[in-house]
């Protein structure tokens, strides 16, 4: 594996289990006993890094092709994270979250193009 591809597996993984974590301490918060659209809110923010991170560690198997399209979809994904966090930042401040995305981004714009 290169290292576009493998950072982006990292970041996937990191941003999947986040998300699974996310999901399982609000259903068994109080949150998590009544659905209602506080508890859609707070699912949805799960989903959202559980979904970027499948784009992501799916994408870098055919990030090693550089395929231009995977280079794509991985930014889009990575520039929702960031912009996920940039919301969330007064109430959660996800350093770790942006510490990896912006590497990826960097990354994978200097081996784009590069290529």
């Given amino acids: ?7 982006a597996l990292i970041a996937g993984i990191w ?4 998300g699974v974590l996310h999901d399982y301490f609000v259903l068994r918060s109080e949150h998590g006993k009544v659905y209602n659209r ?5 699912l949805m923010d799960g989903h959202i890094l559980i979904t970027c991170g ?4 799916v994408a870098s ?3 090693q092709n550089h395929e231009p ?11 929702s994270l960031l912009a996920y966090c940039a919301m969330i930042w007064p109430f959660l ?3 770790a979250t942006i510490a990896i995305n912006t ?13």
């Fill in 93 to 95: 401040k996800s350093v």
């Fill in 69 to 79: 399209w995977a280079y794509y979809i991985t930014g889009i994904a990575t520039l």
């Fill in 15 to 18: 941003a999947i289990v986040n």
């Fill in 54 to 57: 499948v784009i992501q560690a």
């Fill in 38 to 42: 506080d508890l859609l809110r707070l």
């Fill in 103 to 115: 590497a990826l981004l960097g990354i994978l714009a200097y081996t784009f193009f590069q290529a």
């Fill in 1 to 7: 594996m290169n290292l576009v591809s493998c950072v």
């Fill in 61 to 63: 198997n055919k990030l």
